[in-house]
């Protein structure tokens, strides 16, 4: 089983360097690097502490609520992380030799406006933000963080799910305008017309606030689908390869004390937070939703056949519109069926969910069919501007589609719509340079 794991997962390595090499696009290469991560990093730390000694604490592996074993049901399940991950790049292998496609947009300079997007992303963060502050603050009165009750939304009831999309929206708003200002895309860029500097300051009040509100939630993956989102779309622009990998560097590390400062239960020091941070840009915590896969193979986890497709039909109705959902959903049934208590089966990634819902071969389809999406969205991306933004969307929803099992998908067709949005705020009344010469 070990020699298999290990020839998968040669198989993987090479199917990145083709279509790396194929592509050449650094939003694939964003899409290369977070399937790693969330589908097989988690199981890569095991393995090098377990076989060559690397110390990456205890914290990763052997603790609540994932207790993991380097036994038969490790390697059973990088198995099956592995399917998924290889089956998904098969799909980009075999449709990234399509006849006369070129990942290539055309070079000329684009001018986004930038007034409609400060305005879009400054109304929805007042509004997605104000019904919290006063949980944030009783929360970091008591010393907690507020990142357990801003997961779970129940506090806002029905409403809970569509403030975080409004902060979603912000964080997509605010980064694009922040990676493009800052000139990270040689042919991207903001078009603010009157008023320059005003909007320059208004851009970094904006981006200050909304940092600071994500550290008081204890929230990086919000911060996270805006970054991608940005990154995305400069890409197909023409990007800065030094000014990215300072931005890279930047933005991990504060990115990282998010959740460092959530888990610290004692106060710190400034220099102890930011070196555990950087220690988590590499050993980061959103790896562990793969070790779900582990949990359902070692607790014999029961088979849900379509009920996550159920579920999902259930969820597609806003709950602020509908609050009927079924009491016992696909995360629940993990839960219960590992035997742990409520609220952490929504660690169940969506190769997991796959599994338990029709086993090994739905895993090897829904990679199949995701890599196909994904591939379908890009070569669109690469021939469209309105493209570029909703694949951008798609990236940015990665994350989340992909450690919140099927009904996670809906998140991930909801930021391909706002992708859309945002091009047509931003580009109406648009002309490239080219056409204006």
């Known amino acids: 089983m070990e020699a298999l794991a290990l020839a998968l997962f040669a198989l993987f390595l090479g199917l990145n360097v083709y279509v790396l090499g194929?592509?050449?696009?650094v939003s694939v290469f964003l899409l290369?690097?977070?399937s790693y991560n969330y589908l097989l990093h988690g199981y890569v730390i095991v393995f090098l502490h377990e076989t060559l000694g690397?110390?990456?604490?205890g914290y990763w592996y052997d603790g609540f609520p994932y207790f993991i074993s380097y036994d038969r049901h490790f390697w059973a399940a990088v198995l099956v992380s592995l399917v998924f991950a290889d089956t998904y790049l098969l799909a980009w292998v075999t449709l990234l030799v399509w006849p006369n496609f070129s990942s290539k947009p055309e070079s000329s300079r684009v001018y986004l406006r930038g007034w409609p997007l400060l305005a879009l992303g400054a109304v929805s963060f007042i509004i997605?933000?104000?019904p919290w502050v006063d949980i944030v603050v009783?929360?970091?009165?008591?010393?907690?963080?507020?990142y357990?009750?801003?997961?779970?939304?129940?506090?806002?009831?029905a409403?809970?799910?569509?403030?975080?999309?409004?902060?979603?929206?912000?964080?997509?708003?605010?980064?694009?305008l922040a990676i493009t200002g800052i000139g990270i895309s040689e042919n991207l860029k903001i078009r603010p017309g009157q008023l320059t500097y005003i909007f320059w300051g208004l851009v970094c009040i904006g981006g200050m606030l909304f940092f600071s509100s994500m550290m008081a939630l204890g929230d990086r993956v919000i911060f996270l689908e805006g970054g991608l989102a940005a990154v995305a779309l400069a890409s197909f622009h023409g990007v800065r390869a030094?000014?990215?990998?300072?931005?890279?560097?930047?933005?991990?590390i504060p990115l990282s004390a998010i959740g460092v400062l959530r888990e610290m239960k004692d106060s710190v020091g400034l220099s102890e937070v930011i070196g555990e941070a950087v220690s988590q840009v590499v050993v980061n915590a959103e790896s562990r939703t793969v070790f779900s896969q582990y949990i359902a193979m070692a607790n014999r986890v029961e088979p849900y056949p379509g009920g996550s497709f159920t579920y999902l039909g259930h969820i597609l109705v806003p709950r602020f519109i509908s609050e009927d959902r079924p009491d016992d959903g696909p995360y629940e049934h993990f839960a219960a069926a590992a035997d742990l208590p409520s609220r952490t089966g929504w660690g169940m990634n969506l190769m997991t969910d796959l599994y338990v819902n029709y086993g090994m071969l739905a895993s090897a389809i829904g990679g199949l069919l995701l890599g196909t999406l994904h591939w379908a969205v890009f070569r669109f991306a690469c021939v469209s501007l309105a493209g570029q933004f909703i694949f951008a969307g798609l990236i940015s929803a990665y994350p989340l589609c992909i450690r919140s099992g099927i009904p996670g998908l809906k998140g991930m067709a909801m930021s391909m719509g706002l992708g859309y949005l945002f091009y047509v705020l931003s580009s109406r009344g648009m002309l490239s340079k080219a056409a204006r010469a």
């Open 22 to 25: 194929k592509a050449r696009s």
């Open 32 to 34: 290369m690097g977070l």
């Open 54 to 57: 690397f110390s990456f604490g």
């Open 128 to 130: 997605g933000m104000m």
């Open 138 to 146: 009783t929360y970091l009165s008591d010393g907690e963080s507020a």
């Open 148 to 157: 357990l009750a801003f997961k779970s939304g129940e506090q806002l009831g």
């Open 159 to 176: 409403y809970g799910g569509l403030l975080k999309l409004l902060l979603s929206i912000a964080s997509m708003c605010l980064c694009i």
């Open 242 to 252: 030094g000014r990215a990998i300072c931005l890279l560097l930047v933005l991990l």
